[in-house]
């Protein structure tokens, strides 16, 4: 239905449109190698890889292909990661559809789009010298372990969802409790919501 929601509001502001879409990651990459295209709406939250190892993968099957991450997940808790990683833009799935239409025309002319609060919060950052939150220092991935460790996944069912072994998934929980000074599930919990790190 979101998928449908999202080619409508389009198709009937961008009329010659041709649109591709994809259910998972896999099917993402797929239709991305099977023609040229000129922007991608990418959601982080899919089945299979997430949207921030799509988005790693990008750069090789479409160099120059501009992704605008769509999603559910707050600003501050993906968006800088995603414009590190080569996306030209971050919306939350809560915005107006007049924001969406905003955000492809402002790509599809060669900027980046960023919500006025984040541009600020960017701004901020840049003029404000800050000590980083630990979080900040983990890699994408552990960043991803780290919260879905927080929701009360088991390594076993984080592994099944990222397509990973147990074995991997707790060499990179290893780490990021190493980085964060973190002893146990419960002190990731902790971490976790007082962080505000998921929703």
Do not use: C
């Amino acid at each position: 239905m979101v998928r449908d929601g999202l080619r409508q509001i389009l198709a009937a502001r961008f009329p010659r449109a041709v649109f591709g879409e994809a259910r998972d990651a896999r099917e993402a990459l797929e239709v991305l190698a099977s023609q040229a295209w000129d922007v991608m709406l990418l959601d982080i939250s899919m089945p299979g890889q997430s949207g921030v190892d799509v988005l790693k993968q990008i750069e090789n099957l479409a160099p120059g292909l501009k992704v605008l991450v769509l999603s559910m997940h707050p600003e501050d808790q993906y968006a800088v990661r995603v414009l590190k990683a080569g996306a030209v833009g971050y919306i939350t799935k809560d915005k107006a559809s007049a924001v969406l239409v905003e955000a492809v025309n402002t790509v599809l002319a060669g900027g980046r789009y960023v919500s006025p609060a984040l541009a600020q919060d960017l701004a901020s950052r840049l003029s404000v010298p800050r000590d980083r939150a630990p979080h900040e220092l983990l890699s994408d991935r552990e960043y991803q372990i780290l919260r879905m460790l927080g929701a009360g996944k088991s390594v076993k069912e984080i592994g099944h969802d990222l397509s990973l072994s147990i074995k991997t998934i707790s060499t990179y929980r290893t780490r990021m409790m190493a980085k964060l000074n973190l002893k146990s599930n419960a002190d990731v919990i902790r971490y976790v919501l007082t962080e505000k790190l998921i929703d």
